[in-house]
């Protein structure tokens, strides 16, 4: 602005004409900022400078602070009373449904093998193992998982009612045709054979829960950084159960159990982590979810749902990844 | 356990770690100190209170499911906004592919409540109690036609009491974007609050 001001430091250091420079429209940027709190001091310090010699600005950090003490009007309110009562419920029964009525458990968890077996599919068989692994992201080419392995879809799926399966073939054919691009053939090969398996019924198995149970203690002692406990639960599972479809998890499952100084392995890591978690840790969620596809199809159209499913695919995941390897900011 | 008087309050990282080892006294504890706080927020998000007291369910459910997944060394306050956050997302993705709903406006929830009841409120006069309801009428109306983004960030900042830097790191960008969405949040409700007739602020 003017440049004939005295040039008299003040005392941080930042001269009268210096603070006059800062040009109105920038301090009214920081304004908010400034009465937060949030600025550093020398810039707080000049903009307060700022607001001493100019009454624009001056009425602009006033209107900012009668927003604020408007905003205080607002009255939290107590959550209802049957609250805490209510979650506990919620909790009972949900552990109620875990451990206590297992024969009823069962048919549902095996029924909803199925279904992780075709998630893993398209989102692990048809990207992760296809994309992750032909070094799209940076991961060691010695990793424990074979490349190209993808998981098999289950051989074992009795004891469901009829019109579940329906459903779940119909959802099926329907991610298959959404998908149909995106999928590579094994991917799509993979789910015409889950789809076959669905209606055939095909042989039950009783391993199934037993391996789940496994492959959950193996995620804990992963978690607790105990990898070699770990792979040895994972071996166990291998050697115990050859040729079970869930083997391919416990597999891939080994690839968590090592630790290795790749930049962007933690994070890749635990990316898997999740995603290996959302499919396994509640499978009647997972089962509602499968099983509800077609109903959500009717309701919300096919193109949101194949864009949240965008959103869970793993590529994305990667991509995410990759912009926080290289440092940049970036939401999921 | 952490009830006694004159003792330091127990942190929540270690309730939770008491958690994880199966202390499911540990859990109310938490629930005891977070159901407010997380049904507030949500509620400021969803503007809706009945959605809110569910989603905060879930969000404890959550909590309760996935303890394992707490790592040690970070904040409980920041995994479970996240949880909450996360849910808020679900249901206004689950919200927008639902055709033609209409913005919830829950004003009238507040009305429902008897007039004494209102007035009766910390012992205010009749009149200033009314104008604060309508303060705050208002002020419901203008956070919820604030774009999602920047009402998170705005309600982090001024009624989660979180630093810029804090809610950067809870939803992944830097204190200066959570800066700027603050600001335009702010100059928004500026622009609502000259609409309304209330002078006293400030």
């Known amino acids: 602005m003017?440049?004939?001001?005295?040039?008299a430091r003040a005392k941080d250091g930042f001269s009268e004409s210096e603070v006059m420079k800062m040009k109105c429209k920038r301090v009214q940027k920081l304004l908010t900022a400034f009465v937060d709190g949030e600025l550093a001091p020398p810039r707080a310090a000049s903009v307060s400078e700022h607001l001493a010699?100019?009454?624009?600005?001056?009425?602009?950090?006033?209107?900012?602070?009668?927003?604020?003490?408007?905003?205080?009007?607002?009255?939290?309110?107590?959550?209802s009373p049957g609250f805490v009562t209510r979650l506990r419920a919620r909790i009972r029964s949900e552990r109620e449904a875990i451990g206590l009525s297992r024969k009823v458990w069962i048919p549902r968890a095996r029924l909803a093998f199925a279904g992780v077996a075709a998630a893993s599919v398209i989102f692990v068989g048809g990207y992760?193992?296809?994309?992750?692994?032909?070094?799209?992201?940076?991961?060691?080419?010695?990793?424990?998982?074979?490349?190209?392995?993808?998981v098999v879809a289950p051989k074992s799926v009795t004891a469901y009612p009829v019109a579940d399966s329906r459903r779940l073939i119909a959802g099926l054919q329907r991610i298959k045709m959404s998908l149909g691009s995106k999928l590579s053939d094994a991917s799509f090969n993979e789910l015409n054979e889950v789809q076959r398996a669905l209606a055939a019924g095909g042989d039950s198995s009783v391993n199934d829960l037993a391996i789940l149970e496994e492959l959950q203690r193996a995620e804990g002692l992963i978690r607790q950084k105990k990898f070699a406990l770990a792979r040895g639960v994972l071996d166990g599972i291998e050697t115990s159960h050859p040729g079970h479809p869930l083997v391919e998890y416990a597999q891939m499952t080994k690839m968590l159990a090592?630790?290795?100084?790749?930049?962007?392995?933690?994070?890749?890591k635990s990316s898997y982590a999740m995603l290996l978690q959302d499919t396994l840790v509640n499978p009647a969620e997972f089962y509602n979810d499968i099983t509800s596809l077609p109903a959500q199809i009717t309701e919300y159209g096919w193109q949101s749902i194949v864009k949240s499913a965008d959103k869970l695919n793993p590529l994305n995941l990667f991509d995410y990844i990759e912009s926080r390897i290289l440092g940049r900011s970036e939401t999921l | 356990m952490c009830g006694d008087a004159g003792r330091a309050p127990v942190a929540d990282e270690e309730l939770m770690e008491q958690f994880v080892e199966g202390s499911e006294e540990a859990f109310d504890d938490l629930v005891?100190?977070?159901?407010?706080?997380?049904?507030s927020f949500v509620h400021r998000q969803v503007l809706d209170f009945a959605v809110a007291e569910e989603i905060a369910q879930d969000t404890f459910m959550a909590v309760y499911r996935k303890r394992e997944t707490f790592k040690a060394g970070h904040k409980f306050s920041g995994w479970i906004y996240k949880i909450a956050i996360n849910f808020c997302r679900m249901h206004f993705r689950k919200k927008r592919s639902q055709v033609g709903v209409v913005p919830?406006?829950?004003t009238r929830e507040e009305e429902g409540k008897a007039l004494e009841d209102v007035l009766a409120d910390d012992g205010e006069g009749p009149r200033e109690a009314l104008s604060r309801r309508e303060a705050e009428e208002k002020l419901r109306q203008a956070i919820a036609e604030l774009p999602r983004k920047q009402r998170l960030v705005f309600t982090l900042s001024f009624y989660d009491e979180m630093t810029y830097e804090e809610i950067g790191r809870l939803l992944g960008c830097s204190p200066g974007t959570v800066a700027s969405r603050k600001h335009?949040?702010?100059?928004?409700?500026?622009?609502?609050?000259?609409?309304?007739t209330l002078g006293e602020f400030g």
């Open chain 1, 53 to 79: 010699m100019c009454d624009v600005c001056r009425e602009q950090a006033a209107e900012v602070k009668k927003v604020l003490a408007w905003a205080g009007t607002w009255r939290d309110r107590e959550p």
């Open chain 2, 184 to 196: 335009a949040a702010v100059k928004k409700l500026a622009s609502k609050l000259s609409k309304v």
């Open chain 1, 258 to 268: 090592s630790p290795q100084a790749v930049p962007g392995w933690g994070l890749l």
């Open chain 1, 128 to 150: 992760l193992v296809g994309a992750l692994f032909s070094g799209r992201a940076a991961v060691p080419r010695g990793a424990p998982l074979a490349r190209g392995a993808a």
């Open chain 2, 32 to 39: 005891a100190r977070y159901a407010g706080r997380i049904t």
């Open chain 2, 104 to 106: 919830i406006h829950e």
């Open chain 1, 2 to 7: 003017e440049k004939s001001l005295p040039s």
